[in-house]
């Protein structure tokens, strides 16, 4: 029973239909999203004025950079190169470490600045600031959870890999955290610029 | 049954190269929609910045995601899900678009 | 390998594991399918008593049993694990695991670890349910919509129960997730898409609305914690927020939802007609195709459940004109059967029973929709009793009766015994008397005014609330005597053949109950799943 043919197709198919899921969870905050700058396109313009556009700018290209290691990853694999491989995937996972940790200081100042669901400074904005920051903390916020787990799945790949687990003519679990990976990588594209870009 | 065979593995462009140079277009364009913030585009800001976005997304989806070498099935799968989502955005907007309240703010 | 004949079935293969570990670390599509079973059948036995209760509530005006608030908590409680823990995933959890693989011709799922895990969601989401009742600030009493903004406010535990549907959702969703790639990878030799049993059709088409659907109600829910918990204000109109775009999140999943509940009971549908008819199906290809369709329609008409929220007239009217669309494949379906039966030559056995029941109340679900889904008579009878009789008589005279004519229809295959036809047949009667003296006063009183979701009500509305709770006792009594029936055949039925009923589908060609893998050879498959030649 446990003994199924190996489908590799079958595996990918899996991981595409529940990146799906992934795509619709986030639709739906997208759709909440569209609702409110709609409904306060100007107070959204005001409220965009308080991130760092320098912070999201650097954090969108270290995820792109990231993005762009997994693959090399692959192909390091697919050429035998365990090592490589290896490094690549270790420096991506350096990359999702250094994008927590801008996030980290980037939330860490709005909060010190009183600008949270209840804190102090977003007491005297309007609603539709307000509600931009409400959607500003979900939606960053879940992103980070996502790459949390992404790191987490790729460090298990690391492992499977150094155990000769993951091989050369066997990576298709590589791929398929690969391709969770990009997705987070994807969502991170839309919501740099809905957040960060509105002027 | 599938007409793809379970064992075809080997992808075709598995070069370092052209992910590379897809990287590059990426990071180029994310420069872009940075600088182009900076303009008042009016209306067009929204429009301009999603754009720029369905672009990179698509970049990496097929490169990275690797959808260019993968069976027309995941392509069809992926418009599926794009359909879908777009008929709830739509559908919700007819609401959204045409209540009084939201219209008068 | 062919000269060890395994004449063993799945229950008494001894794996690496023994007695209760057995099932619960098994990966084997059927046990997982009867772990679902026991586990759906209790969770229904004690929404239905709960539903009785609150029937015995309504039997007199004023407080007869109990105070308002347990009122409003055991009308929620019936509603979330009714819908939640029951019919959203009945079918595909318990028939759809068992059934799918064998119908296809294959060994298991595509993913049978994955499978499992679908199974602890499930039982982590529900016990987490019963959780939020014994923890907290008491029995969530929002309704199953958790409603903003009320959702928010409400002292009682609803973010636990939030959570819980959040969990039970994932299980849906891994469960969908599994059956496409199933369907798409393990078909057998010969079997091509539109060899497929129509069962199999519907299990296909719910398993998309699974996938596409469910997360939108995902992150809802989640945004309601994240609301009452932080206060992010994008429901809560105190900070700005829309109530209404709740709703419409809300049933973005939960219309859709409706045919996660009803496509597989109309595959089911699809297969006991022509088992029972000794004929093919007639219009197979339209029958597949409505399914896929009903499937896409679904996602259209979500707005026909606010009209009375406050949403654009111009949406109204759009959605009212998109909900119409919905009847044109059921239509299809409808006509199909009946055109499966003419001529047939029909053998009345208890399965085919429950879908004359069903054709029968699900039709009364269905013309009293189109009453719900325009906009003026809508507007007349929301949230009234008309309501909840019109999705009781769809959610459970549709998929509550197939889900019991299923049980039947495949009992044999599943525990290799047979059960007492007489009594069976008896209680199925007994069912359909029941269901509708419980439910048909609704409509009654809904249409002349009385509110749903009320403890308390008028003196004139006595006399229906009277016969309804009298019809609650019936059904009630034709549910127990139905399973009992059921539970008696276990353990003294005759000993079921391989085909007791005549069907034609593959499950009908290997042993009762199935070998551990289902098919010593793998099968050949050169016809049409309903042809007798």
Redesign the interface.
């Known amino acids: 029973?446990?003994q199924?043919?190996?489908?590799?197709?079958?595996?990918?198919?899996?991981m595409?239909?529940?990146l799906?899921?992934?795509?619709?969870?986030?639709?739906?905050?997208f759709?909440?999203y569209?609702?409110?700058?709609?409904?306060?396109p100007a107070e959204f313009v005001l409220a965009a004025y308080r991130l760092d556009?320098t912070l999201g700018?650097v954090n969108?290209?270290i995820l792109?950079?990231s993005?762009?290691t997994?693959?090399?990853g692959i192909?390091a694999l697919?050429r035998n190169s365990k090592k490589l491989s290896i490094f690549f995937l270790s420096t991506t996972l350096a990359f999702g470490l250094a994008f927590l940790v801008n996030k980290y200081f980037e939330w860490g100042a709005k909060i010190h600045h009183g600008i949270y669901?209840?804190g102090p400074e977003l007491a005297n904005m309007?609603?539709?600031e307000?509600?931009y920051f409400?959607?500003y903390?979900?939606m960053t916020g879940?992103h980070g959870v996502h790459i949390v787990v992404g790191m987490i799945i790729l460090a298990f790949v690391l492992v499977q890999i150094y155990k000769n687990k993951i091989t050369s003519?066997n990576f298709v679990r590589f791929?398929n955290a690969?391709?969770y990976w990009?997705?987070v990588?994807?969502i991170w594209?839309?919501l740099?610029?809905?957040f960060?870009?509105?002027? | 049954m599938e007409q793809h065979d379970t064992q075809h593995k080997e992808h075709k462009n598995t070069g370092y190269g052209i992910y590379i140079l897809v990287w590059l277009g990426l990071v180029s364009l994310t420069l872009i929609t940075v600088s182009l913030a900076g303009f008042n585009l009016a209306g067009l800001t929204v429009v301009t910045a999603l754009l720029i976005a369905s672009v990179k997304s698509t970049m990496v989806i097929n490169y990275f995601m690797h959808i260019k070498y993968e069976s027309v099935l995941f392509k069809v799968f992926i418009a599926i899900c794009i359909i879908i989502f777009l008929v709830m955005i739509i559908l919700t907007f007819f609401d959204l678009t045409y209540r009084p309240e939201i219209l008068t703010k | 390998m062919e000269a060890t004949i395994n004449n063993e079935n799945f229950y008494q293969y001894k794996g690496k594991h023994k007695g209760i570990l057995g099932w619960l670390l098994t990966t084997d599509h059927k046990r997982i399918g009867i772990m679902y079973l026991a586990a759906m059948i209790t969770f229904f036995v004690v929404a239905m008593f709960i539903g009785f209760f609150m029937r015995l509530e309504l039997l007199t005006p004023g407080q007869t049993l109990m105070k308002p608030e347990v009122y409003n908590a055991l009308f929620t409680l019936h509603g979330v694990i009714m819908i939640f823990l029951f019919i959203v995933p009945g079918l595909p959890a318990v028939f759809g695991n068992f059934f799918l693989p064998i119908m296809i011709g294959a060994k298991d799922v595509s993913f049978p670890r994955l499978n499992l895990l679908s199974w602890y969601l499930y039982m982590a989401g529900a016990i987490l349910a019963v959780v939020s009742l014994f923890t907290g600030g008491g029995l969530p009493d929002t309704g199953w919509t958790f409603y903003v903004p009320y959702s928010i406010r409400s002292t009682s535990n609803v973010s636990t129960a939030l959570f819980a549907a959040f969990i039970l959702g994932f299980s849906s969703i891994v469960t969908g997730l599994n059956f496409i790639v199933t369907i798409h990878r393990l078909r057998c030799k010969g079997m091509t898409w539109f060899k497929m049993p129509l069962f199999v059709w519907g299990l296909y088409s719910t398993a998309w609305i699974q996938i596409l659907a469910t997360p939108v109600v995902g992150i809802t829910l989640l945004l309601v914690i994240f609301e009452r918990f932080f206060g992010i204000g994008v429901f809560d109109p105190a900070l700005g927020g829309d109530p209404i775009l709740f709703q419409h999140l809300f049933w973005i999943y939960s219309h859709p939802a409706v045919y996660i509940m009803i496509l597989p009971a109309m595959g089911l549908v699809s297969e006991i007609i022509p088992t029972f008819a000794k004929k093919t199906i007639f219009g197979y290809g339209p029958i597949a195709m409505s399914s896929l369709a009903i499937a896409f329609v679904g996602y259209l008409v979500w707005g026909h459940h606010m009209f009375t929220s406050g949403i654009s007239d111009t949406s109204r009217a759009i959605f009212s004109l998109l909900t119409f669309i919905v009847a044109i494949p059921s239509g299809i379906k409808i006509f199909n059967w009946i055109a499966t039966l003419y001529k047939g030559s029909i053998e009345v056995r208890t399965p085919l029973i429950f879908v004359m029941v069903f054709i029968f109340v699900f039709s009364i679900g269905g013309l009293t929709g189109l009453v719900l889904g325009s906009l003026n008579t809508d507007i007349h009878v929301t949230d009234t009793y008309y309501v909840v009789a019109h999705f009781h008589y769809v959610m459970f005279g549709g998929m509550g009766t197939l889900f019991f004519g299923g049980l039947h229809y495949w009992f044999p295959k599943m525990f290799g015994k047979m059960f007492n036809e007489k009594v069976a047949n008896f209680s199925v009667v007994l069912f359909m008397i029941g269901f509708n003296i419980l439910y048909f006063p609704m409509f009654i009183m809904g249409y002349l005014g009385m509110p749903r979701r009320y403890y308390d009500f008028l003196p004139e509305f006595q006399i229906y609330h009277q016969i309804s709770t009298i019809g609650s006792w019936v059904l009630v009594t034709a549910i127990l005597i139905m399973i009992i029936n059921l539970i008696v055949a276990l353990k003294n039925g005759k000993k079921a053949g391989s085909d007791p009923w005549g069907g034609t589908t593959l499950e009908w060609t290997i042993p009762s109950p199935p070998p551990l893998e289902n098919f010593d050879i793998e099968p050949e498959v050169t016809k049409g799943p309903y042809d007798r030649v």
């Open positions: 029973m446990s199924i043919h190996r489908d590799d197709f079958g595996s990918k198919m899996g595409w239909l529940f799906f899921t992934e795509l619709l969870l986030f639709g739906g905050m759709l909440l569209a609702a409110y700058r709609f409904a306060h556009v700018t969108t290209i792109l950079t993005s762009l997994v693959v090399l192909v697919q669901p209840k309007s609603d539709g307000g509600l409400g959607l903390y979900a879940l003519d791929e690969g391709l990009h997705l990588d994807i594209i839309f740099f610029p809905l960060y870009l509105i002027h």
